[in-house]
């Protein structure tokens, strides 16, 4: 490809000229979330931590924010593949130090564009729990009496 300017490159039916994907310099950002997954996981297996206790403060959740189009969308999903699977993982950023089997990722994209609400939040949450192959009767309680309520309010809403 040596001598060839964009033009060319761009104008070529040449199928000899091949790409790969490069996703760089966010070895920061994934040892940031791997960290914060082997605290989260040593928090939750200790004698006592009570599941129950809904008061106490949670820190499973990730957030990225920022201007339009400076890679937050392609970041979360390259961490979700990640997380998922070592063969999505990039090179450059190494296993995570917290045992993998125990990871289950689920990315919703909150942004207005997206238009996610409440029930697609916990359809999302729910479908990605149903790959652990156990029922889950409290959660899907929870949900039924969630939409509910959700329905109510609409309908006290159109009165």
Known sequence: MAGRD???LFS???RSIATDEAFTNRQA????VTTGLAEHIRHVTRANFDV???EAPRRNILVLHGVGGIGKSTLSRKIEASLASSEHRPVQWGSPSH???RTLP???DLARAAGVDFERVILTIR???AALGRPMPAFDLAAEAAHDFHLLLETVGSE
């Open 6 to 8: 964009l033009r060319t």
């Open 12 to 14: 070529s039916n040449d």
């Open 29 to 32: 950002q994934w040892q940031a």
């Open 52 to 54: 129950e206790d809904l």
């Open 99 to 101: 045992p993998e089997e």
């Open 106 to 108: 689920v990315r919703i």
């Open 127 to 129: 479908l990605a729990v």
